[in-house]
Every structure is written in C-alpha cells, then in structure tokens.
C-alpha cells in the first residue's frame, strides 16, 4: 500500500524546496491577474483629447472601421454596395439631426453620430428638402412682397428649383471632396492628423444643413431684420457642428494652417446662406411709383417702371 509521502505531488515539494533556497523569490498565484505594465512611451494626455484621439484610431475605432470594411466587400458597380450606405432606420436619423441642431459642447458629431454606420440617406433627402424648401419659400416671398399691387403678375420661377438644388448638391459634395483631399494630403505630412473618411465628411456636412430648412421657411417674412437675426442664428448652429467636428482634425497642425482651415469652412458655410437669402429672399423687382409727366396737349402721360 502507497503511503502518504507517495500521494504528495512533488511539484510543491520542489516549490517548497526552491523557497526555501531563495526567500526573495517572487510567485505568482493564477487566481490573481497578471498586471501588463504600461508602455515606457505612454505619456499623459490632455484632459478633453480622449474622445478625439480615438479618430486617431487609438481605441475601438479601427474595429468599427474593419467590420464597415466587411460590410462593404461587394463590387462598387453593384446594387448592394450601394446599398450599404443607407442602412440607417428612422431613429438613428432622427437622432443625427438632433445633434445636428443641438451640438453638444465638446463633443465630436462624427464619434458620437456617424462612425458606427455614415450613412448617405440623411445627406440626400435633407439637401432635396432644402432644394425644394428654398425654392417655393422663395416664390412666396415675392409673391406676399408684391401682392396688392395692381401692375404686378404673378408667374412662378421654376428656374429657382434648378438653381438651388446645383448650388446645395455641389456644396454639399465639392466641399467635403476638397477637404477630405486636404486632409489626406496633411495627414502624410503631420502624423496626429485625423483622416476622415470621405463618406464621414458627407454626412457631417449633409446633416449640418437642417437648420436652414426651418430658417428658408421663415425667410417668408418680409422683414430683412429678421431674416439677417435668422441667418446669424442658424450660422452658429450649423457652423458650431462643423468647428468641432473638424478643428480636432486639425489642430496638431501648423497653427496658422489650422486656423485657416477652420476659418475657410466657416466661410463657405456662411457664404452658402448668405447667398440664397440674397438671392431667393432678398432681391425681388419691386415696383417704383411710376412719374407722372405732363404732355404738351394738356394730357397727363403716366410711364410705368420696375
């Protein structure tokens, strides 16, 4: 029969021996977690950054990136690939728009909103609202301006539509396309220089645009001081979402480059407004009280003008 000596596992007694040789030895119990020390090159970061290092692709970014890589392997020249970029519901559009509208200080509309799923469907139907929104506001106000007035004919100026819709679509295209090859072309130069995507630029910049759809409504009135309070309103709306989405991308760049960047946004933007208020809202043909000039025969000629 086995004794008891014979039933110890002899790798304690070897342990037991080995600390007994050396009492400084270290040991480690695998019920407790191996801590992995830190990377000697780590260093602290700023508070506020955290958030926007992960555009850097430092966090859960990159994966979200990989498996909307995954979910777009079909060929470009198909329905499907397509397809992807408006598989958004209801609630996540909604949402988009709320934060479009209401920004949140600090935060970042492309983490918060866009990486997990940019989508194309917001960018589209909200541009063609505008396009139409701005168009017959547009109608309207001339129409209101010139109603009552005997020598005015009222004739609907569908050119309007067509106007709109290539300035709105090339904004909303041209501008992101110009920046995002900005971006990339500084990115090879500055290492920490965020590179959106192309579609996550179109998004920022489709949802951006809401606000004037209320705003081109409310151009109807006819007075210039409210449509101007209007305009600098939705400006620093609209225009808030795109500093804070875009000024993280850049600010570890040249400084004046950076700057720039962030003011040339801000003035496309603020041109785009500006000039459909000038030109669908504020430039209609008024009529001007017409003179009244005597005739040599005693009559009274009465010219029209406009």
């Given amino acids: ?60 970014s990159d994966k979200t990136e990989l498996l ?4 777009k392997s079909a060929p470009f020249w198909t329905f499907e690939y397509y397809q992807t970029f408006f598989d958004v519901d209801t609630y996540q559009v909604l949402d988009r728009i709320k934060g479009s509208v209401f920004p949140v200080p ?27 929104t701005i168009a017959v506001s547009g109608n309207l106000s001339n129409f209101f301006i010139h ?27 041209l501008v992101p396309l110009a920046l995002w090859g ?34 081109a409504i409310l151009w109807i009135i006819p007075q210039k001081v409210v449509r101007w309070v209007l305009v600098v309103f939705s400006l620093c709306l609209s225009g808030s979402v795109l500093v804070m989405t875009f000024w993280p991308a850049v600010r570890d760049d040249n400084r004046r480059i950076a700057v720039a960047t962030v003011a040339a946004i801000l003035l ?3 041109l785009l407004a ?15 009280p017409a003179p009244i000039i005597p005739a040599h025969n005693g009559t009274t000629v009465i010219t029209k003008s406009h």
């Fill in 1 to 60: 029969m086995a004794t008891a000596d014979d039933l110890k596992f002899q790798e304690f007694d070897d342990a037991a021996n080995l600390l007994a040789a050396n009492p400084d030895a270290t040991t480690i119990s695998i019920d407790e977690p191996v801590e992995i020390p830190k990377s000697q090159n780590s260093h602290l970061q700023e508070p506020g950054r955290e958030e926007d290092d992960e555009l850097l692709g430092t966090d859960d």
């Fill in 68 to 71: 909307a890589g995954q979910k």
């Fill in 106 to 132: 600090g935060k970042n509309f492309v983490r918060l909103y866009i990486r997990s799923n940019p989508d194309l469907y917001g960018p589209f139907w909200i541009c063609a609202t505008l396009v139409f």
């Fill in 147 to 173: 109603l009552g007035k005997p020598t005015y004919h009222y004739v609907p100026e569908f050119r309007k539509v067509s106007i709109a819709a290539t300035t709105i679509y090339a904004y909303a295209w």
């Fill in 182 to 215: 900005f971006l990339m072309w500084r990115n090879s130069k500055v290492m920490n220089i965020v590179s959106y995507s192309f579609l996550e630029i179109v998004c920022v910049y489709g949802y951006s645009l809401f606000i004037y759809i209320p705003t």
């Fill in 268 to 270: 496309l933007h603020a």
């Fill in 274 to 288: 500006v000039g459909c208020l000038a030109y669908f809202f504020d430039a209609p043909e008024l009529d001007i």
